[in-house]
Structure formats: structure tokens, C-alpha cells
């Protein structure tokens, strides 16, 4: 378990390399291995993915997507459910390694960018615990705290450093081990959702914002020139729409997730004289939604323009199972007077992808992301 939560993000391989002589050994005389495995637990469904990298070929050898269960880790029923979930992933995807990679996002961590003066690594740890007690309520217990560099920036003759810093209640973290375990699988690293988008769509030469837009949360996050400059996560995303229909109509949260998924549509300027007055009434009540989802996101795009070094958006990328509602991406672009285009991984990221040229559905952004962790080295 110990070394396991040194595995924890980043960190990974320098901590392997410190105190871990015999297992480094092992792994030297080991075939390196060529399947990567990852599971991203979304509220609304759970993606399990499985790629092999062999000869500069990157393939999906195991994919699958099951409804999540409804609860959160700590409830006992919540994580028997997610157990079962992922032993039936396990057999019906036939993923064939055992070791997984996965994601914490949402409100189980804090991220902060914070711009240091450049300092050695040594006496950069505690000028980052000292920020991390700034921002961290003084309620959550015990944290895993991390920090990646993203930059490096001068100002004025000095040099500062660009840190992400990470925290995460340790219990989390434990609860996600307990639950692979139990489902026969091995956590071998926990990454962030930023990360996994930033590997599958980040190599790109503008300063683009992408946005994975799930059921519970968005994730965010701006790259300028392949570098992330700064990520988020809103909690808001497309249940913000399921509730707005429901209370609309007097459906339940199921029946208004279907009525959305199958027949939402929001309509263009020319679709509103020749649509039906009930498809102008769920274009309306998706509209009611969308605008706590749209407030949300400009307000974190606002904050975003008043870091350090922030650059104008050129376009988006959305991502995420609400940025497949049908008008959604021309809706988008009308409301942020941008570009976007739509994140179907595959299509962008890794030249290996590209020469596939298979699109996976926007949903899949993040597991994919995550399983090419190893890959994109
Ligand atoms: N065709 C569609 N039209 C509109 N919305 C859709 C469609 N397909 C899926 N969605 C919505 O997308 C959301 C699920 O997307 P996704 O799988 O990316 O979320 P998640 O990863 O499970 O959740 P989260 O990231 O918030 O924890 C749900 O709100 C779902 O209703
Ligand atoms: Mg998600």
C-alpha cells in the first residue's frame, strides 16, 4: 500500500528509483510491457480501456462502457456496486492485463496554479506545503499532496516557476485502491482528468480551451503550444439540462435523460419556423439548462484571463457525452463567438491515432487519455 500511494500521480518513477532496488531489477529483466489499461468512474458511466503500443502502433485492444452506479465512495452500497461493475468489465471487454491506470477528479481533489520563485527541488517542497495550507480548509484530514512544474516565467529579472499543485484526502485514495482490488485489478498509477485531456488533444499550436463536459462536472483546461496553462474543474455538466426537462415535463431524472440523450435537440435560427412546437419546447427547456452550464463556464474562463501570462481563447475543443447533444458544438460557438470543434479522440493527439484514423465516442476522451499515459511517456 505504501508504495503504492508513492506511485501516486507524477511522482511515480523518481520514487521507484530511490528505494526500490530490487523491484527496479525485476523490471529490467521483465519484457516491457506493451498493454496499458485504464478505468475512468464517471457519475453517469464508467469507461474501461485497454490500448497496446507496440513498433509506434498504438490500437484499442479492450474497450468498454457500462452505466455507473448511483452513490459515492466511502457507502458501502455505492462501492459493492462499483466492485460488480467492474468484475463484469473485466470479463466482458476481455482486457487481458490486470494492472489499470485511473483518474480522481470532481470534488475529490483540490488543484491550484500557483507561480514560485524558482527555488531548489529541495526547498521548493516546503514552499509548496506552506501554499497548499493556504487554500486547503483546515477540515479534510489527512492529504496526498502533489506538484507538477508546468513553466517557467521572468519577471522582472527573477525566475518563477508555474506549479500545479494537487491534494487529495488519503482516504480517497485508499477507497479507490480497496475497490480495484476487490474487483481482481491493480491500481499502478492515479492521473488527472486534465492531464488525460491534455495528452489526447493538447498538441496543438493555438491557445485552445478544452472542455470535457460529463454528467456531474466539466473539466477545463487551456494549452497554449502544447503546454497546459491552466485547468479547472466546474461542477456542473449535463445533469444541469436532465433536471431542467424533468421539471419541465414531470419526468422523472431517468425518463428526462432519455428524452434528452434521444431526442434533444437545440435548434438553429433556421430550424425555429419549421419545427414542431414540442421541438421547440425541449430546445427551450435545453436552453434553460445550458445557461447555469454557460454562466459557469465563462465565470471560470473570466478568472482564467486574470492569470499571470493568460492569452485570448482561439477555439475549443469539447469533449465529454453532453458535447454529443445534437446543435450542442454550433450552439457553443454562437455563445462564446469561438471556433470549436468536436473532441472525438482519435482525430487529434498522438501521430500514431491519427495515422488510425478511428474516431472513439467524445465520451472517451479522458480513459483514453489515461491509458496513453504510459505511451506518450
Ligand atoms: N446524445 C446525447 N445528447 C445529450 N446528452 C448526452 C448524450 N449522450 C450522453 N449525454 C449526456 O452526457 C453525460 C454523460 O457524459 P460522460 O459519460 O462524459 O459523463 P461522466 O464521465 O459519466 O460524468 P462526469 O465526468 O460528470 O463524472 C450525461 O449527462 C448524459 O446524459
Ligand atoms: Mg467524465
Known amino acids: 500500500m505504501k508504495r503504492f500511494l508513492q506511485k501516486w500521480l507524477w511522482k511515480r518513477r523518481e ?25 475512468d468512474i464517471g457519475t453517469r ?13 498504438t490500437e484499442v485492444t479492450a474497450f468498454c462502457r457500462v452505466p455507473a452506479p448511483v452513490g459515492e465512495l466511502g457507502e458501502a452500497v455505492y462501492e459493492e456496486a462499483l466492485v460488480n461493475a467492474l468484475c463484469d468489465m473485466v470479463l466482458s471487454s476481455g482486457i487481458q492485463t490486470k494492472e489499470v491506470i485511473t483518474t480522481i477528479g470532481g470534488n475529490k481533489t483540490i488543484t491550484r496554479h500557483i507561480h514560485v520563485p524558482a527555488l531548489p527541488d529541495r526547498e521548493l517542497e516546503a514552499t509548496v506545503r506552506l501554499e497548499a495550507e493556504k487554500f486547503i480548509p483546515a477540515a479534510v484530514g489527512e492529504l496526498t499532496i502533489r506538484y507538477l512544474k508546468l513553466g517557467e516565467t521572468n519577471r522582472a529579472g527573477e525566475r518563477y516557476l508555474h506549479l500545479l499543485l494537487v491534494a487529495a484526502p488519503t482516504t480517497v485514495v485508499y477507497d479507490y485502491y480497496g475497490v480495484f ?11 488527472l482528468e486534465a492531464f488525460s485531456l491534455w495528452r489526447v488533444f493538447g498538441g496543438l499550436e493555438t491557445s485552445t480551451a478544452i472542455l470535457d463536459i460529463g454528467a456531474s462536472k466539466t473539466q477545463l483546461l487551456v494549452v497554449r503550444d502544447g ?8 461542477p456542473a455538466g449535463g445533469d444541469l439540462l436532465t433536471r431542467s426537462l424533468a421539471e419541465h415535463y414531470g419526468l422523472t431524472f431517468q425518463e428526462a435523460q432519455r428524452v434528452k440523450e434521444e431526442e434533444g435537440e437545440l435548434l438553429g435560427k433556421e430550424d425555429a419556423t419549421i419545427s414542431s412546437t414540442a421541438a421547440m419546447q425541449v430546445d427551450f427547456s435545453l ?9 459557469e463556464i465563462r465565470r471560470s ?3 482564467y484571463a486574470t492569470q499571470y501570462n493568460a492569452a485570448a481563447i482561439e477555439r475549443f475543443i469539447i469533449s465529454g457525452g453532453t458535447s454529443k447533444l445534437k446543435g450542442f458544438r454550433e450552439f457553443f460557438a454562437e455563445a462564446m463567438e469561438t471556433p470549436v470543434d468536436s473532441g472525438a479522440p482519435g482525430i487529434y ?13 467524445p465520451t472517451c476522451a479522458v480513459v483514453l487519455g489515461t491509458a496513453l499515459r504510459e505511451v506518450a511517456g
Open 15 to 39: 520514487k521507484e528509483t530511490t528505494n526500490d532496488l530490487p523491484g527496479r531489477l525485476l523490471r529490467k529483466l521483465a519484457p516491457k510491457r506493451t498493454r496499458f489499461a485504464a478505468v
Open 181 to 191: 482490488t476487490r474487483a481482481g485489478l491493480i491500481i499502478a498509477a492515479i492521473d
Open 227 to 234: 503546454v497546459l496553462q491552466f485547468t479547472r474543474t466546474i
Open 287 to 295: 436552453r434553460y439548462g445550458l445557461s447555469g452550464l454557460i454562466r
Open 349 to 361: 493527439g498522438l501521430p500514431e491515432y491519427r495515422e488510425e484514423a478511428v474516431s472513439y465516442d
Open 45 to 57: 458511466e464508467i469507461k474501461m480501456v485497454e490500448i497496446s503500443a507496440t513498433g509506434g502502433k
Open 301 to 303: 474562463l473570466d478568472f
